[in-house]
């Protein structure tokens, strides 16, 4: 049974610093993509940022923000979202995301359809 099982998340100030993680079980974790997507209010899901299996590609949306960064500890079966400097349009729900495509034509890894199984989702709300 895969599971993603996902933490961090909750109330920062703009400006401030947030590190999500998800915690894997169930697959063979190096041997996938792991993608983080956010949904805000009233909006489609977009995709974040997503990291290869050996950690040694990052995958960027079409405008990269530079403030958020992935990371992955493959002996831990993790992956992370660090995001900084946060901005109130940061605010939305978080998932993780495991994908078993290894090679992605067109930016297949933006889409939510490239990816197999899911995080539950952890609320970021960016607020003073």
């Known amino acids: 049974q895969v599971q993603l099982v996902q933490s961090g998340g909750g109330l920062e100030q703009p400006g401030g610093s947030l590190r999500l993680s998800c915690v894997t079980s169930?697959?063979?974790?190096?041997?996938?993509?792991m993608g983080w997507f956010r949904q805000a209010p009233g909006k489609d899901r977009e995709f974040v940022l997503a990291i290869s299996g050996t950690g040694r590609y990052t995958y960027y949306p079409k405008t990269v923000n530079g403030r958020f960064t992935i990371f992955r500890d493959n002996v831990k079966d993790t992956v992370y979202l660090q995001m900084n400097n946060l901005e109130p349009d940061d605010t939305a729900v978080y998932y993780c995301a495991a994908s078993h495509i290894t090679a992605f034509t067109n930016d297949y890894y933006r889409y939510a359809q490239a990816y197999d199984d899911w995080g539950q989702g952890t609320q970021v709300t960016v607020s003073s």
């Open positions: 169930g697959i063979t974790f190096n041997a996938y993509t």
